[in-house]
């Protein structure tokens, strides 16, 4: 046979696979929830939950034991803020506590007795803030307001000792001599859903075609009687049958992606600084790699169901070591290996680089390096997998389904 020939069977192999996988992942409604439910509502539920992504007027309680004019200035400078909205006090910490717990407040501002005698002395005077934690934006919003007051107050109170010392000290300076303006570059709201979901979107596309990769290889071994088609692909070369299999996922994943890192955005405004082409350029190798990575997975996978068990819990785990909510250079060094030879952590850097702040091709350059070594080692682990794990594997089994079969009919 010269190398035309060959050539040409491997090319029919490759198609035979491919149209063969088509119709086993059609025909497989554990597929193809993977293939709709992950990709087109995972994203809208996490943007829906974090939607909108600021919260204005969180309803704050103050247990004042000083009653001072400083005290109240205080309270009347939280309650100007956007973030806060003061609706009264409380006799003591337990009415706040009280009110609280009935959802009438989210936040206690407890200012204790002497607060204007310290500040009178030039001492630290404390006040303590108290919050709710079942919405961490809220948290969040409160926070934000007794931080920017009491710095506000203690710049002003500065101020003032500055001019008791040196009274001609406010006529040389007029106003801020070093204004800082903080902009969040590629989340001017500063949001927690436009700064999170760009990230979480790559990992539901990660965990997307790992799953799939996963239940398709669990699906080989089972009977096929009992899903309903023969997912065993006979072709005889490892090699071509992988390639159909990641041509075919590759295929039935493109729409969803398309909404994902598009219309997702899109939907929800978040940032987006960069095209749709460049980012399905930089995503590719992150997908051969995933699915490389699940074609590895299939050889500890016996059944279909054992990937939800294997993989699913490892969602949590994924996000923090892409760096997203916890830098990777603060990590110690096994999470940091681990996170290497994760394909999601490459591709959340380079995709929320292009995403969020319009970086070009060329400057997320090494990510995508480091997903194409991730994908080209990936496939050549998850080969020899097939080879020697996954294919013996099915082979024994359906010897054994036809040993059976032919105990039953008693030939």
């Known amino acids: 046979m010269n190398i035309w020939n060959k050539i040409k069977l491997h090319i029919r192999e490759l198609f035979l696979v ?12 554990g597929i193809m929830l993977f293939f709709i439910f992950i990709p087109f509502l995972y994203p809208v539920i996490y943007s829906l939950i974090y939607n909108p992504e600021l919260v204005r007027d969180v309803r704050l309680v103050v247990v004042d034991h000083d009653r001072t004019s400083e005290s109240r200035s205080l309270v009347r400078e939280l309650d100007a803020c956007q973030e806060a909205r003061v609706i009264g006090y409380a006799a003591d910490l337990d009415e706040g506590r009280r009110a609280m717990d009935e959802h009438e407040c989210y936040g206690i501002l407890e200012i204790p007795e002497g607060f204007a005698r310290k500040i009178g002395r030039g001492e630290t005077a404390e006040a303590v803030m108290y919050c709710e934690m079942s919405l961490l934006l809220r948290y ?11 710095q506000g107050m203690g710049a002003e109170l500065q101020q003032r000792k500055i001019d008791e010392i040196a009274p001609l000290a406010s006529t040389v300076m007029e106003g801020d001599l070093l204004p800082i303006h903080n902009i969040s570059m590629g989340n001017i709201t500063g949001g927690f859903d436009s700064f999170i979901l760009p990230a979480v979107i790559v990992l539901i596309l990660h965990q997307c075609l790992i799953l799939v990769s996963g239940m398709a ?13 023969d997912s065993f ?31 997702v955005p899109l939907i929800f405004r978040f940032p987006m600084e960069s095209d749709i082409f460049h980012e399905f350029v930089f995503l590719t ?11 590895v997975v299939q050889g500890f996978v016996w059944e279909r169901e054992s990937i939800f068990v294997l993989w699913v819990v490892t969602s949590v785990v994924f996000l923090f070591l892409s760096g997203i909510t916890w830098p990777r250079y603060a990590m110690a060094w096994p999470w940091n290996w681990l996170s290497d030879i994760i394909p999601a952590t490459w591709g959340v850097e ?6 969020t702040n319009g970086a070009s091709l060329s400057q997320v350059r090494q990510p995508y390096i480091n997903l194409w070594i991730l ?3 990936y496939m050549l ?11 013996p594997r099915i082979m024994a089994s359906r010897h054994g389904v036809d040993l059976a079969r032919v105990a039953e009919s008693g030939e």
């Open 18 to 29: 491919y149209c063969r996988e088509f119709k086993l992942s059609i025909h497989d409604g």
């Open 140 to 150: 969040r919003g409160l926070l934000v307001a007794a931080t920017n007051v009491t």
């Open 217 to 229: 290889g669990g699906a080989k071994v089972e009977n096929r009687l009992l899903i309903g088609y």
């Open 233 to 263: 692909n006979s072709a005889p070369s490892v090699a071509m049958t992988m390639l159909g299999q990641t041509l075919c996922f590759m295929t039935m994943i493109l729409l969803p992606m398309i909404f994902l890192i598009h219309y």
């Open 285 to 295: 190798p992150m997908v051969i790699a995933c699915l490389g990575l699940g074609f």
């Open 350 to 355: 380079g995709f929320v680089r292009m995403n």
């Open 375 to 377: 994908a080209g080692a």
């Open 381 to 391: 682990v998850g080969f020899f997998v097939q080879k020697y794990i996954v294919r």
